[in-house]
């Protein structure tokens, strides 16, 4: 009997250990330490994006260059300050990340509402998913319990988000020391087909490649010259047909060579992510299925959990 009880207990270790800081995460997490939480949220949240649908793709996009550094911890929301480095300079950030001032507004209504004790990782998490239903897309459970870090990583920032001259390859790589396969990353670079790009990050595209229509192409060049340092930060819409409603018609444009980053081209290219790419044209509830697998999987990324970390106060700085 003694021997069969330290086998069962072992075994309770190991499943906790090989769950991990994400079993520890809940979507009812605060239902009683703050249940006017969610309420908070879209109080902040709908205003801004009826102001400016744009913020809700912006919004999308914070979770994910916080999550593939230091995991889905807030850490990107830091501003640099004396003995700390933050995220927001690195080059997949800098003059091109958004929306920090309207995670502020919701940050300020949920303290209000419970003052302490909703995270900013937690806040980013919810924001994203409520972003994503907003602009038209699917909804899901978000699962909280994340805390706040009090480091950044300025260099996890320059190496582990994937850049817009990624290719196939080198996109999967990415994705997968994320814990995440390349299903996933094609049903989450989805997200873009909401939002918009810098002609900084499709330059080299619509001049130098060829995987790419020639009208669209020229199209594109009139508003994104040539010459590097001219027109840097001229938009282009990053999903051509529908920039500002969440669906599939992302996935039609990469068949059609009208992908406007040269990594999202790579998603229909001749490889082996071609196949996905054509069931989300023909399936869009295929694609919100597994774009919400995606998210899910992108918010269990080594949060804090427990007694590590914090609950800031405010989420550009450390309390």
């Not at 619509?206 to 009139?222: E, M, V, W």
């Amino acid at each position: 009997m003694a021997a069969r009880a330290i086998v069962v207990l072992v075994s309770l270790i190991l499943a906790v250990v090989a769950g991990g800081a994400s079993a520890q995460l809940s979507s009812g997490f605060y239902s009683r330490s703050c249940p006017g939480m969610l309420k908070a949220v879209r109080s902040a949240l709908r205003p801004a994006i009826v102001r400016e649908r744009r913020v809700g793709a912006s919004i999308v996009r914070l979770f994910f260059h916080d999550c593939f550094v230091q995991g889905c911890d807030a850490s990107l929301l830091l501003d640099d300050a004396s003995g700390l480095r933050g995220e927001k300079n690195a080059k997949p950030n800098k003059n091109s990340v958004r929306g920090f001032e309207v995670i502020d507004a919701i940050k300020a209504a949920v303290e209000k509402e419970c003052p302490g004790v909703v995270s900013c990782a937690d806040i980013l998490a919810i924001a994203a998913e409520e972003s994503v239903v907003l602009l038209g897309g699917p909804s899901w459970e978000v699962k909280m319990g994340r805390r706040d870090s009090t480091t950044a990583s300025f260099s996890g920032a320059e190496n582990n988000i994937p850049p817009p001259t990624s290719g196939l390859a080198n996109l999967t790589s990415l994705f997968a020391a994320q814990g995440l396969s390349q299903k996933d990353m094609v049903a989450l670079s989805g997200a873009h087909t909401v939002g918009q790009a810098r002609c900084t990050f499709f330059r080299d595209h619509i001049y130098n490649d060829t995987n790419i229509d020639s009208g669209f192409a020229r199209s594109r060049q009139s508003g994104c010259p040539r010459t590097a340092g001219s027109g840097d930060n001229n938009l282009a819409p990053l999903d051509l047909q529908t920039p500002s409603t969440f669906e599939n018609d992302y996935y039609k444009n990469l068949v059609q060579k009208r992908g406007i980053l040269h990594s999202d081209q790579e998603l229909f290219n001749g490889g082996a992510a071609d196949a996905l790419v054509q069931q989300y044209i023909g399936s869009q509830s295929a694609f919100f299925k597994d774009f919400v697998v995606g998210m899910i999987k992108m918010g269990d990324i080594t949060p804090l959990t427990g007694s590590s970390g914090q609950i800031r106060k405010n989420c550009r700085r450390i309390n």
